[in-house]
């Protein structure tokens, strides 16, 4: 789904003139699942999802990274 979001707005190229990275709006999306279990943490659920979007950025901005994806780069 976020990967689908994300080139549904590359598709639809909103300029973007004054961008370093790209002349149309592009996003970067960092996604985390979780079961939740007695004792779990909302806070851990955002943690990795924001770990997965700066790994998503770092790749070269404007992609998607899930939090499986992730762990295989940790």
């Known amino acids: 789904l976020a990967e689908e979001c994300r080139q549904n707005i590359e598709a639809i190229a909103i300029p973007h003139e004054q961008s370093l990275i790209d002349n149309v709006v592009t996003v970067s999306i960092g996604v985390s699942t979780m079961t939740p279990a007695v004792g779990s943490l909302a806070s851990e659920l955002i943690s990795t999802a924001d770990r997965a979007l700066y ?20």
Do not use: I, Q
Request: hydrophobic share 30%.
């Open 55 to 74: 790994l998503a950025k770092d790749g070269g901005r404007n992609r998607s990274m899930d939090s499986v994806s992730l762990e295989n780069h940790a």
